[in-house]
């Protein structure tokens, strides 16, 4: 992928609310994607992934995404968050050229769910 | 799923001094790991992919001779940063892909990653 852009750095919301975050990339083949999520003073988590098929996606926690290949977007969606859920969700993008496999990872949003 | 581990979790070091971090996948075989460098509030940023038993691929601007790395093993891969700077203070992060099925799309499992202080 060229690049991975992730929308909004932070996104407060209130508790049981719906949230979306927003993740669009650029890139000149087939790609792969991904969402992380990490919580504070750990490793990153495989939230959900789009390798082919349905371009809905269903993950753990609740979490779902849409792949919208002419949009080039693969925003993550939850309807209705809990406190645990504040972290910071990483999108990525894998893709597989002449140099190999490689992942490209976005900015990060950081979630913060207020009671 | 699956576990990855790195030790130390944090380390302070005089400048001048080398500092190895270890990954390790605990319950898999990972043929490729892959370290990253984690910058505050700013993306993961890949710095080489190590490969068990050969010499690992290295990024454009990332220094092969400062980050050496070594994947002796399918479970461990290690990095050591050579006389390191205050400028090597970050965040460093591992991954281990498990080739269950042969599909580089298989899933990354990443470490919690090591919190390094250079003074």
């Known amino acids: 992928a060229q690049s991975v852009t992730q929308l909004d750095s932070q996104v407060p919301v209130f508790e049981e609310a719906p949230v979306e975050l927003r993740c669009n990339y650029s890139s000149s083949v087939s790609v792969y994607l991904f969402w992380y999520v990490q919580y504070p003073n750990q490793g990153l988590q495989l939230l959900l992934k789009y390798l082919s098929g349905s371009t809905l996606v269903k993950g753990i926690n609740g979490f779902e995404a849409e792949f919208n290949k002419s949009q080039t977007s693969f925003h993550l969606r939850k309807p209705s968050v809990h406190i645990s859920d504040t972290a910071e969700y990483f999108c990525a993008v894998s893709e597989y050229n002449t140099g190999g496999f490689k992942t490209i990872f976005g900015a990060g949003t950081r979630l913060f769910v207020k009671a | 799923g699956a576990v990855v581990s790195q030790h130390p979790s944090r380390v302070i070091c005089k400048s001048g001094t080398s500092v190895k971090i270890e990954c390790r996948s605990l319950d898999f075989q990972a043929t490729t790991m892959f370290w990253y460098r984690q910058f505050p509030k700013k993306s993961l940023m890949l710095m080489a992919t190590?490969?068990?038993?050969?010499?690992?691929?290295?990024e454009q601007g990332v220094e092969k001779d400062k980050f050496l790395i070594n994947h002796a093993s399918l479970t461990l891969s290690t990095l050591t940063v050579t006389s390191a700077h205050p400028e090597d203070s970050s965040f460093y992060i591992c991954?281990?892909?498990?080739?269950?099925?042969?599909?580089?799309?298989?899933?990354?499992?990443f470490g919690p990653g090591t919190r390094l202080t250079v003074l």
């Open positions: 190590s490969n068990e038993g050969s010499k690992a691929t290295y």
């Open positions: 991954s281990a892909r498990m080739l269950a099925s042969g599909s580089v799309t298989d899933t990354q499992y």
